[in-house]
């Protein structure tokens, strides 16, 4: 049980939060419970929503932003969130359950993703403090710039969310996950 109100339904939310919710609702044809209950807060849905659509618009494809999240999930243990990304990697962006376990464990089976996945793990890890080696690697790896930005901006972007789980309980409402085998 949530620590704090989830609104049942858009109706129910605080109404400076109705028109994101409408949004969110008419792009994914339903509102899961993490967008209800930050609902609670407009201005904080407001910039998840404005961050979140932001780096959806970079440059970095819909897999390697599924990898991310669910490799910054694994490091915050949130349940929530690996659920749902779970559901959205597979679904979404159409990786395979041996690629989304990889991407638990901080990796990934395809090599340049593994690279940002493992420098996303690094910074969640360390927060925010790599070593020029790590940083080296993903420029090595072929990410410019604006890339190294973007993977910065998703693992913060996912720990938000990680950290709004977890301290306000949301209720899951994706199939669940279950922990990784030693």
Not at 89 to 102: D, M, Q, R, T, V
Not at 117 to 124: D, M, N
Not at 134 to 148: N, P, T, W
Not at 165 to 170: A, S
Request: hydrophobic share 45%; charged share 20%; net charge negative.
């Amino acid at each position: 049980m949530s620590r704090i109100p989830t609104p049942a339904s858009i109706a129910d939310a605080p109404e400076a939060s109705r028109a994101s919710l409408e949004a969110v609702n008419n792009l994914l044809g339903s509102v899961p419970n993490l967008f209800r209950i930050v609902a609670n807060s407009s201005q904080t849905l407001e910039g998840y929503l404005g961050l979140n659509g932001a780096l959806g618009k970079g440059l970095l494809d819909a897999q390697t932003r599924e990898r991310i999240a669910l490799a910054v999930a694994e490091v915050n243990g949130c349940n929530y969130c690996l659920a749902a990304h779970q559901y959205l990697a597979s679904n979404l962006a159409k990786l395979s359950a041996a690629e989304i376990e990889a991407n638990r464990r901080g990796t990934s089976g395809d090599e340049k993703a593994a690279i940002a996945v493992s420098f996303a793990v690094k910074i969640a890890n360390n927060r925010g403090k790599v070593s020029d080696s790590d940083f080296e690697a993903v420029r090595a790896a072929g990410y410019s710039d604006a890339e190294i930005v973007e993977i910065v901006g998703h693992v913060a972007l996912n720990t938000l969310t990680n950290y709004i789980n977890e301290v306000l309980g949301t209720e899951i409402d994706f199939p669940a996950v279950g922990t990784l085998a030693a």
